[in-house]
């Protein structure tokens, strides 16, 4: 089988594998307060140009989701999100678990604008209510899309205007900022949000998150509520080694980048053919609508995701390509279409 289905169905990079046997035999302290952690977390301080910001590096994306959301809110204060943000889709109702409702709105383009803040704020009037305290967006979006700089900086104008925090998603991150027409950077990430991660699963790691916490107010004990919720790695060093490979050279980056241009690849192949898609994303995850009947044929030798039913005669597919993805494989979905 060829392998459309998600992007962390590989291993590791070959430098990221490489990089974890040369330090395989060295002695560290342990849960991230090693040589490595620092030196990874040092250099997203400089990338992020903030010197002020805290890096904890996460085992994965819901652990980060779940324990940066935990230990910013008190226990009346919710979340808003797009319905198809994976807090609220995807995460077992992990956040809404620990006693913080998530409010979700309908985004036909997986993002949130500052109308969806004010309406909540205005529908949340008082103490008999949930207060509304953070935002959660992703970039790119759980449906590929991406966030233009200046949409998000109206959610952190809007958020700062009402005493709430901005945070954001950074599962795909790498291919957000590495797709056509991104404007953003990552310096403009720490200067919008409060707190963001940098996501290293899903784009060449093993596993591994690097949680940036740019609000001073958030920053602090938040080593406690990460053990306190599992999240705290022994051997956290493994992290730290993984996020130096990546950020080498500007690997990280590489390696988005090759994602983006297979999938524009399978985009533009799709469409040349007469088909249509649920969405216009520019990132690694694509969305086209099929026939039925093709898609059946396609699933003999394609594995993939089907997203949603169109008609009786139509669905459509989620086509994610990765790191490591091949252009064989892509010429091959294309010509068997």
Known sequence: MIFFRSDYSLGGHPQVLEALANTNYEHWDGYGLDDHCFGAADTIKGLIENSGAEVHFMIGGTPANYTSISAFLRPHEAVLASRSAH??????GSVEARGHKVVAFDTPDGKLCPAHVKEALIEHEDEHMVKPKLVYVSDSTEIGTIYTKAELTALSEVCRENSMYLYLDG??????????????????????????????????????????????ELQPEFRYVT????????????????????LKDGLYFRLAEHSNRLANKLRDG????????????P??????????KLVEKLEEKYFFYRWKPIDENNICIRLVTSWGSAEEDVDSFLQDI
């Not at 990132?283 to 039925?292: E, G, V, Y």
């Open 227 to 246: 053990k306190q919720q599992c999240g705290l790695l022994a051997k956290g060093r493994l992290l730290g080694v993984q996020f130096e490979a990546l």
């Open 283 to 292: 990132t690694n995850q694509i969305f086209p609508i099929l026939p039925i």
């Open 87 to 92: 807090i609220y889709m995807h995460e077992t």
């Open 270 to 281: 799709i469409a040349a053919k007469g088909h249509g898609f649920l969405v216009d994303s």
């Open 171 to 216: 599962a795909r991150l790498g291919c957000a900022l590495t797709a056509q027409g991104n404007d953003l950077t990552l310096p403009d990430l720490a200067a919008l949000t409060d707190a963001f991660y940098i996501g290293g699963t899903k784009n060449g790691a093993l596993f591994g998150e690097a949680l940036v916490i740019v609000n001073p």
